[in-house]
C-alpha cells in the first residue's frame, strides 16, 4: 500500500511521469515503439508518417497544443496537436484542464502526421501515444517581424513568437469567435489574426485593444487547401490563446499611412497620437524626414525636420504636422517625402511612416530612370522597383476594395465598369464585393507567373473584376480583336453574343473561337487599355524570373500601342501611388514614366535572369526560366545540370543545341540555358531551347559530390534529388536472364536491391553500359531520374525513382577477394640513371621489396625510396622494413635483371567507397592499390583541397599521367603533397571528376609549350602562361615539377616566388601568371646528365601573333625568336643552364633584351681561385666589339692569349687551365687575367696552386 500512498501525493503529471517509466521498463518492446526524431526532422517526413517527437509545451487549450523543440531553420520547430475527438481526446483534455499539459510541460508524442490547410499537426485518431514527460518553463518566444513571416512563414508555423508594435485594423468592441482579423504593423505590413472557436482559444469576448500592443503567442497557417492541402506556403496568421497573448503598450503613430499633394494646393496635415499612456510622465516623439526620400525639407513648408513632439497626461490628444508643397517650377512628375517617427520613451505602431506625394500636376509624368539600353534599363528598374514587400493576398484584396479603389463607397470593375458599393468601414471589403458579383482579377494570369508569393498579392497586377468576366478573361492573352471575330460583349453585369449596337468602346471583348488556347485573345474597354498594359510590363519588370515572358512577347507590340493611345490619368496615377504606399512606397514605374515601355521593351523582350536551379524547380511547370550548371551526365535526347541547389534536365535534342551534345556540350561543361519548364511522368524537364538561348560558359570543370543515399531514402525523398548525381552503395541487381545490359524500352529496366528498399536502375537508349556485363553487385555514381507514369504534364506522384545508368563509370562492380599480379619490368643501360623504373604492388601487400630482386643489394640491383625531405630526401636501399611494399608505397629500382612478380594478394580494405594510402609532406611516390585504374580527377574530386598533378615516369622522363593506373600493372608514380595531407582517399569509382588545371588552360592566355629535345627524343618540357585568377605567388594555377634525379634530361621554370617555397617545390613544370602586363620573363632551367647538344623548340605558342615569344641564348645573349627562327640548340650539361623566355607584346620583349646587356664591360670574379687545374672567366659585352683575354705573370709579360676577335654584345667565358701558349704546365704563383676592348680593360689577379 505504500506505492499508491505516494502516488496520490503527487501531482498528476509526476504520477504519470513515473508510471510511465515503470511501464517501460516492463514492457519495452509496447511503449518504444520507435526512437524519437526532432519535429523538424517529422515536418520532413512525408504526410502520414507516424513519427515520435519530444517537445515543449508552449500554449494549450481545450483540445488544442502546440508543440516545440529547437530543431528548425529558426532555432525552434513546432507542431500543432489536436484532439477533439478520437481514442486519446478525453485524457488529453482532462489534461489540459487540470494543468498537467501546459505551458512549460515536456511531452513525447507518438502519431501520423497529416496537414490542415497548411498546418503541419497530429489530428484526432492519428495520435497514438503521448507521455507527460516533465514541467519546466516554456521556450523564449522568438522576436520577428510582420516582413520575416510574410517571406518565411513556414519556418515559424506553430512556434511561439513575439512580434511588437502591432494595431487591428478597423476592429473594435469585442473578439468573437470563429472571425478572423488583420493587424497590422508600423509600416503597415499586414497579417491575419485568427480567434478560433472555444475549443482552442478563451479570448472570445475580450476587448480589442484600442491601440497598439505586442503579440506573444504561437503562428498558425490557413492556405484554403483544406485537409491535406500543405502547399502553397501561404495564409499563416496569429492564434490567440489568452488574452495575456495580447500586450498593450505605450506607442505613437502617424492616423493615416499616406496622402496625395500637388505642388502650390495648399498644406496637407497628419496627426501624430500616442496609445496607451496611463501615466501623467511627460513623453516625447521626433517627426523627421526619412532618407529614402526623393523629396526634401526644401519642397514642402510648415514642417522643420526633425520636429520633436511631446504629450503630457492619461489621454493627450494628437498633434498636427502641417506640409505644404512648395511650386519649384520644375518638371519632376512625382516625388516622395517620408517622415519617419522616433522615439526613446515607447514604441512605433503602425502607421510609423507618413508619406506625402508630391505631384507637378493631376497625371504628372517625369523621367525616373535614365538609360535606352533595355537590359541595363531594367537592371536599374528591377534595383528600385522589382519584388517589392507585399501584404499577402487576403490583406491586399482587402485594401484594394476598402481604400484603392474605393471611390465615395463604390467600386468599379475594370473591365466592364460594374460599380458595386462597398462600404470602408463595414465588414470584410473582400466579401461585400463578392456578394455583389466582383472578385478579384489578376491582370497578369497566376498561371503565367502570379501563382505564389510575393506575386500573388502584388496590388500593382490585382483589380476588381466581374466574376463572369474575370473567368472568361482566364488566362489568355491581351490583343486588338474584330468585331466579326469577337463571341462575347461584355458591359456591367450584361454579356452578349452579339455587337453591341453603340458605344462599343464601353465593352470588352472575348475571342474564344481558336483551337489553341494560345492563340484565344481578351480586348478590355478602351480607357482601360492602357492600364493592363503598363500593370503587364510592371510584372514582367518586377518578376522575370517567374513571369512567362513569351506570354508577354506573343501581346508586347499590342500593349506598346494601347500604353500610347490611352495614357495615364489622374485615376492611375492616384491609384498606383496608393498601391506603392502599402508595398515599401513602391509604385508602377511605367505610371509615373510613359517614356519607360518603349524604352524597356519596344525592341523585344529581354530574356529572364539566371536563377538557381532550386528556384527555377520551386516555379515548376510551365515558366520561362534560366539556369546556369555544370553538365553532369549527357543523354541521347540531353544533358543533366546541377549547381549547388539542385539538378535539373534539359531535354531538348533538336537545333543547335542538339547538335552541340556531346561535343561543346559534354560532362563537365558549364552552361547557362533559357527554356520552358515542363513535367513528364514526374520529371521536372527544360525544354524548348531556342537556338540562341544558351552559352557556354566553361569546359572540364569539377563535378558536384555526389549524395550518398540508400534507396530507401529515395524512396522516401526522391524529389529532394531529382536529376541531382546520387550515390547507391552495394546494390544487387536482377539481371532478369541477361548476360549484359539491354537498353530502352522496358527491356532497360533493372530491379536492384540495398537491404533498405528497391527501384529501378534504367540503362536508357545510348548509354555507355549497354552490351556491358552485369554483375551480381555494384555501386551506383549517377544522376537520378523519375518516371511515374501518370503521363505527360505530370508532377505528381513522387515515386518513379530511377538510377540511370548514362556513362560506363555510373556503375562500379564490388571488388573481389583477392587481386592477381602478373608483371614484368625489364631496365636499360645500369650505368644511366634514367634506366630506373618505379615499382609497386597492390593490395593488402606486405612483402619486402628485396624478395621480390634477384641478386644481392648493391651488386645486382639498388633501391631508393623518397621521404620527400628537401635535403637527401632519396634514402637508399638498407633493408629496413621501409622498403616493404605496403598499400600505396613504391620505390625506385634498377637491377641488372627483369623484375618479375606472379602472385595474389588479399584486395585492399574500402570503406564509403574508397581507400586511403598514407603521404608525408612534399614529394611522394604513391601508388595504386586497388585492382582497377581510377582517374586521377576523381581521386582530385575526392580530397579535400587542390592536389597537385600525377606524374608517370617513362622512358627516363616524367609525363602528366590522367589515370592512376592501378599497382597491379607493377607501377608507382609520384606526387606532391603540399596540402599537409596525411592521408590520400582513391575513390572506387571513377566515374566523376574533371581537373581543374583543364579548366583553367581553357582560360589562359600568352600561354607556350617548351620541349626539350636530345636526340630527336622529346624527354622534358615546361608550360608557362596567364589567368585572371592566377596570383603572383604559388596558387593552384602552377605545377610543381617532379624531382629529377634520374631523369636524362629535364627542363623546368624557376618558380618566382621560390624563395617562399621549399626547395624541391621551387621548379615548376606549369608557370602560370597573372594577367594584365606587357609580358612576363620566365627563367627556365635546362640541365642534362652528360654534355651535349639540346634543342628546344616551341610546341605551342600563342595564337595571337601579336605576342612575341623569344629565349635568350646563354651563350651570348641575344634574342631568339621562336616564331621566326624556330627552333635553338645549345649546349647543356649536368649543371643546370638558365634561359630567359620573354613573352609578351613587342615593345615587351625588345626592352627586356635590351635590359639583359650590360651598358659597358663587365666582367665576373674568376672561379675557382685559386684554382689547380682549370680557371673560369666571364664577361659580358654590351655590343659587338673587338676583344683580348690574355694571361700575364708577375714581370708583365703575356703567358698566354686565351681569346681574340670581334666578338658579338651579350655574355661570354674563357677557361684556362694554368699552361702557356705551348701547352706547357706553369709553375705555381700569381698570375693576371687581362680583359681588354675598344674601350675599357679589366685585370683579375688569380693564383695558380700545383
Sequence with gaps: MFFPDVMACLPRWVFLAALSLLLVGAWPEAVQAQDPITINEARDEPLGTEVTVEGTVTRAYGSYARVQDDSGPTGASAIVLRQTSGS????????????????????????????????????????????????????????????????????????????????????????????????????????????????????????????????????????????????PDEGYQFIPVRES??????????????????????????????????????????????????????????????????????DPSPQTLTLEPVDDSEQEGVERLEVALSSEDGGISSPSRFTLWILDGPAAQGPIVAGDSANVLLDSLRQRYGDPPTIGYGPARDTLYRRVYNEQDTVEAIYSGLQVVVDPDGGDASDQALDQGVNTEHIWPRSKGAENEPALSDMHILAPAHDAVNSARSNYAFGEIPDSDTDSWYFEDESRSTTPQNGLELWSELDSSPAERDNRRFEPRHSKKGDVARAAFYFAMAYPNRADLSFLETQRETLLEWHEEDPVDATELRRTLSQGSYQGNIPNPFVLDSTLADRAYGEEVPGPEVISIQNAREQGGGRTVSVEGVVTRVGDDGPYIQDQTGGLYIFESQGVFGQALGSSIEKGTRLEVTGTLTYFNGLLELTDVPDDGFEIIAQDESLPAPTTLTLGDIAASGENHEAELVRVENVSIDADGDDTFRAGSSAGNYMIQDGTGSLTLRIPSGSELEGEPIPDRATFQGVLGQFNGAGPDADEPDEGYQLLGLDAGDLTAELPGETTVDVTRSFGDPSTGDSYRLVALPGQVDQALASTLSGEAGVGWQAYWDDGSDQEPFIKFDGSDQFDFRPGRGFWVLSTSDWSVQTTIPTVDVQNGATTIPLHDGWNIISNPLPRNVPWSAVQSANEGTLQALWDWDSGSFREASTFVSAAEGEAFYVLNDQGLDQLTIPLSSSEGTTANAANESRTTRAVELVAERKGRATARVEVGEHPAAADGKDAQDLAAPPSRFASLSLSARAPFAGAAP??????????????????????????????????????????????????????????????DGPLTLAAGPDPSRIQLLVGRSSYVTSETRERLPESLTVQAPAPNPFRNQITLKYALPETQDVTVAVFDLLGRRVRTLAEGRQEAGPHRVNWEGTDASQRRLASGTYFLRVSTDEKQHVEKVVLVR
Excluded: C, W
Excluded at 109 to 116: C, D, K, L, Q, W
Excluded at 207 to 230: A, K, S, Y
Excluded at 247 to 258: A, V
Design 88 to 231: 486519446n481526446s478525453s485524457a488529453f483534455q482532462s489534461d489540459i484542464a487540470d494543468g498537467t499539459i501546459q505551458p512549460g510541460t515536456t511531452v513525447k508524442v507518438t502519431g501520423t502526421t497529416s496537414a490542415f490547410n497548411g498546418l503541419f499537426q497530429i489530428n484526432n485518431e492519428d495520435l497514438t501515444d503521448y507521455t507527460v514527460q516533465g514541467q519546466g518553463s516554456p521556450p523564449s518566444p522568438q522576436t520577428v517581424t510582420l516582413p520575416e513571416l510574410a517571406q518565411n512563414g513556414e519556418d515559424y508555423e506553430s512556434e511561439l513568437l513575439r512580434v511588437e508594435g502591432l494595431r487591428f485594423l478597423s476592429a473594435s468592441g469585442a473578439f468573437e469567435n470563429g472571425t478572423t482579423y488583420t493587424v497590422e504593423d508600423g509600416d503597415g505590413q499586414p497579417l491575419e489574426f485568427r480567434v478560433q472557436d472555444g475549443s482552442e482559444t478563451a479570448i472570445g469576448g475580450a476587448p480589442i485593444p484600442g491601440g497598439v500592443f505586442d503579440f506573444e503567442g504561437v503562428l498558425g497557417q490557413f492556405n484554403g487547401e483544406g485537409p491535406g492541402g500543405d502547399e
Design 245 to 314: 497573448d495580447l500586450q498593450p503598450s505605450l506607442s505613437f503613430s502617424f492616423n493615416r499611412l499616406f496622402a496625395q499633394a500637388e505642388e502650390g494646393d495648399g498644406p496637407v496635415s497628419v496627426q501624430v497620437q500616442v496609445f496607451n499612456k496611463e501615466t501623467d510622465r511627460t513623453v516625447s516623439v521626433t517627426a523627421e524626414v526619412g532618407p529614402s526620400s526623393t523629396a526634401d525639407g526644401t519642397d514642402v513648408m510648415g514642417f522643420q525636420s526633425p520636429q520633436t513632439l511631446t504629450f503630457s497626461g492619461t
Design 1063 to 1124: 626547395e624541391r617545390q621551387g621548379r615548376l613544370a606549369r608557370d602560370v601568371r597573372p594577367t594584365g602586363t606587357g609580358g612576363q620573363t620566365y627563367t627556365l632551367e635546362l640541365r642534362a646528365d652528360t654534355t651535349g647538344p639540346v634543342t628546344l623548340r616551341a610546341e605551342s605558342l600563342p595564337q595571337s601573333p601579336q605576342v612575341d615569344v623569344a629565349l635568350v641564348d646563354p651563350a651570348n645573349g641575344r634574342s631568339h625568336d621562336l616564331r621566326t
